[in-house]
């Protein structure tokens, strides 16, 4: 048996993203104890008991511990928010701004309240929207509030290269930066295949394709399953993000970061690569634009400012 660090993750939402995020950090010890709660009574401790008796099989030390009750929460090293409505076929990240930023902006206030110190990976959409009200309601310095989405993109679009080079996911670095909806920006210029450029393996109009494909994604999956949207890669994703954060292990990854003069933005939160430590986001890393990817970076801009303008009409902030 190894060592277990005496952390604990909170994940909020015991949902399809929540209980997968919850699984996951059990599986990888990433913390003592991984509290998962959810206003549904009953469900958070379901889950976190049939975990709990999966230990002795997988061999983990973490345990899961399900509430309704936020005490069992305090103190939380990292705080992965998962709670929300999630996309049906049809809607936009858009048409769910209110209805959980109305959860984000209660969330918020628990988090603030009994984890003063923790590090907040916000999983729920319309995601640079609810990363951006949670920053704004727990009032925690921009570095400790992230938002999941450019390594789950990233992630998208590279499973997309692997397919059509015939290579391992696993060898595949893809970079997705901008907000976490149709307006992102798949940047094929920047995607390699263990230091190969994938433009030298594949034509421009597949690339094009599978950035296409990286941009509407998280669709894709919604029309198929019918009654909501996906949830294992968000919650490797959002995990990944965890673990590099807890063992400081400064990995590059695009997250929603609030961004301070970086790529000409100020104060406003979207995808760019961000270097994770125990600190939160340690460094942004800024990468020179074309001039279409910086056209295409200003229109996704302009996509989070107009929601932020709507959640300020809807007096979320
Ligand atoms: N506090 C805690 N939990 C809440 C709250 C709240 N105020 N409001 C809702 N929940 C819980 C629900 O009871 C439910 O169990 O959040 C959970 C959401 O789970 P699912 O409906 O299964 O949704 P999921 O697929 O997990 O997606 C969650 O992640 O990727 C995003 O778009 C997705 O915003 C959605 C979120």
Same mark, same amino acid.
């Given at each position: 048996m190894h060592a277990i660090a005496p952390r604990k993750i909170t994940v909020v939402g015991a949902g399809y993203v929540g209980s997968t995020c919850a699984h996951l950090a059990a599986q990888k010890n990433l913390a003592r104890e991984v509290v998962l709660i959810d206003i549904l009574e009953g469900r958070p401790q379901g889950i976190a008991l049939d975990l709990n008796q999966s230990a002795a099989v997988e061999g983990f030390l973490t345990r899961v511990v399900g509430t309704n009750d936020y005490t069992a929460t305090h103190d939380s090293d990292v705080v992965i928010m998962t709670a929300g409505l999630p996309r049906k076929p049809g809607m936009s990240r858009s048409d769910l701004l209110e209805t959980n930023g109305k959860i984000v902006r209660q969330v918020a206030d628990e988090i603030r309240r009994g984890s003063p110190q923790a590090i907040v990976i916000v999983v729920t959409n319309p995601l640079d929207s609810m990363v951006t009200l949670m920053q704004y309601h727990t009032g925690f310095p +921009? $570095? $400790? @509030?992230?938002?999941?989405?450019? @390594? &789950?993109? #990233? +992630?998208?679009? =590279?499973?997309?290269? %692997?397919? %059509?080079?015939?290579?391992?996911? #696993?060898?595949?670095?893809?970079?997705?930066?901008? %907000?976490?909806?149709?307006?992102?920006?798949?940047?094929?210029?920047?995607?390699?295949?263990?230091?190969? +450029? +994938?433009?030298?393996?594949?034509? =421009? *109009?597949?690339? *094009?394709?599978?950035?296409? $494909?990286? $941009?509407?994604?998280? %669709?894709?999956?919604?029309? &198929?399953?019918?009654?909501?949207? =996906?949830?294992?890669?968000p919650a490797s994703a959002s995990v990944a993000m965890a673990e590099a954060m807890l063992n400081d292990s400064r990995r590059m990854m695009p997250c929603a970061c609030r961004l301070n003069g970086e790529f000409g933005f100020e104060g406003l939160y979207m995808g760019v690569p961000a270097i994770l430590g125990s600190g939160g986001v340690e460094r942004i890393v800024e990468l020179s634009l074309t001039a279409e990817a910086r056209a295409l970076m200003q229109k996704t801009a302009g996509a989070v400012e107009a929601d932020t303008s709507t959640m300020r009409d809807l007096g979320l902030m």
């Open positions: +921009a $570095r $400790r @509030v992230i938002g999941m989405a450019g @390594v &789950l993109d #990233a +992630a998208r679009f =590279a499973f997309f290269l %692997a397919e %059509a080079t015939g290579t391992s996911p #696993a060898d595949v670095d893809a970079m997705v930066l901008g %907000a976490h909806g149709d307006s992102m920006v798949p940047m094929p210029r920047h995607c390699s295949i263990n230091g190969v +450029a +994938a433009q030298d393996l594949l034509s =421009a *109009d597949q690339l *094009d394709e599978m950035a296409h $494909r990286t $941009r509407h994604g998280g %669709a894709e999956i919604v029309k &198929l399953l019918k009654t909501g949207s =996906a949830w294992y890669a």
